[in-house]
């Protein structure tokens, strides 16, 4: 069930923050556009009055804030600070303005723009680098955080107008270190970004992200589902049995050495994975030296100018995102009968016209053959599988 829509008004005082519009809103927490009392715009997440009850939930809501905030990466979305004011608890964080990956894609559609290679490529390595520096950190007394994203999707990659990316919403990471156990034994993830190992509610370790980082590269480049089906059960079961089209048999010309990562990446046996982030993001490395593309910010930042134009005001009423159906979506069901359980992920730098409801419980997606990259229409059949 669906709770009744409520928002603070604007202008709202938390702390050393003025709430100024909401941004987006979800099962757990709200997100406002807000401005620091020296200006500074931010996000801020606050968590749902009805849930403030809620003693674990509050746990929670806090550990969230205290662990994001020991990472400090230049692809992370920083975290300010978590607070508590009255019965409102609040977490203040980076105000990212662009888009993430999926709405970026949807633009990119409907622009007719095929995403480059190279953009793909420096988008990925960008948040290799974030995952790897959230995979080695460490709490302050030294104890490593065994951070483990579990989440890292289309839509949990922020891209910004200069051209930075950073990757999000690292809820279900924080509850999974956190000393406030929930739900023990339930599957947390989208369907067709999870490792076979999160799929099968294995163990899970920094190879998961790399899974992960996989199936993004593969749907930045090739522009459709890596891995489909009409449910979230035969998403995960092409997941664990590693059933994909391989790029090559899509789009004519696509780089062998890409599809080399790509594959790499997407290994179901971990073992056979890139051992780390580190890793992937030095193999991206060495085949953008052997294709002599650029991985920094100027390829990101030129797509954007391109689908975008100048960076819109953040306070101005920005148009409505419409995703078409032939766009790489992910789309809100009920929950399924997997217990496949997601906390609704909050986008706290989307433009948008509107507050944007975010649904309850499973976060799945929809199976697509159609292209986004603007080459060429894509064969809505499956071709053998593919080794791991």
């Known amino acids: 069930m669906t ?27 709200d997100i406002y556009l807000a401005r620091t009392r020296d200006r500074r715009l931010c996000a801020v997440k606050v968590m749902n009055p009805q849930r403030a009850g809620d003693s674990e939930a509050c746990a929670l809501f806090m550990d969230e804030g205290r662990v994001l905030g020991m990472l400090d990466h230049a692809n992370l979305a920083g975290v300010y600070e978590v607070a508590k004011e009255g019965h409102c608890y609040y977490l203040a964080m980076e105000f990212v303005h662009g888009a993430d990956l999926r ?72 509850a999974a270190v956190s000393e406030h156990h929930t739900n023990p034994g339930v ?18 370790d920094l190879r998961t992200d790399v899974f992960a980082l996989g199936v993004v590269l593969y749907e930045l480049t090739t522009g459709r589902r890596c891995f489909s ?41 971990k073992k056979k994975r890139y051992a780390s982030a580190a890793a992937l993001l030095e193999a991206l490395e ?43 979506v992910e789309e809100h069901e009920p929950d399924s009968e997997i217990a496949i359980v997601v906390e609704p992920p909050i986008q706290p730098t989307v433009i948008i016209t509107r507050p944007r409801r975010l649904a309850r419980g499973t976060e799945s997606d929809v199976s697509d053959d159609q292209p986004t990259r603007g080459r060429r229409s894509l064969p809505a059949i499956f071709a053998p599988r593919v080794a791991a």
């Not at 709770?3 to 938390?14: M, N, Q, V």
């Not at 009409?230 to 062998?256: K, Q, W």
């Not at 930042?301 to 995703?323: K, R």
């Open 3 to 29: 709770r009744a829509t409520t928002s603070l008004p604007a202008h709202t005082s938390l702390g050393n923050y003025e709430l100024l519009r909401l941004l987006a809103q979800g099962g757990m927490a």
């Open 103 to 174: 709405e970026l894609l949807a633009t990119a559609e409907r622009s007719e723009v095929a995403m480059p290679y190279e953009t793909a490529v420096a988008i990925v390595a960008a948040a290799a680098a974030g995952l790897d520096h959230a995979h080695r950190r460490c709490s302050p007394d030294g104890k490593p955080l065994r951070l483990v994203h579990r989440d890292v999707s289309l839509s949990n990659i922020m891209v910004a107008h200069d051209g930075s990316v950073k990757v999000i919403d690292w809820g279900i990471a924080c």
């Open 187 to 204: 599957v947390r993830g989208k369907a067709s970004y999870m490792s076979p190992e999160q799929a099968l509610g294995e163990e899970v």
């Open 229 to 269: 089906g009409a449910s979230d059960f035969e998403r995960m079961l092409a997941v664990v049995r590693g059933e994909y089209v391989a790029p090559t048999a899509i789009i004519r010309g696509f780089p062998p050495g890409l599809e080399r990562v790509i594959k790499t990446a997407l290994a179901v046996d």
């Open 286 to 328: 060495g085949l953008a030296a052997a294709e002599d593309w650029q991985l920094h910010a100027a390829p990101i930042a030129a797509l954007m100018h391109q689908l975008y134009g100048a960076a819109p005001d953040p306070f101005a009423e920005a148009h409505t995102v419409t995703i078409t159906d032939s766009a790489i």
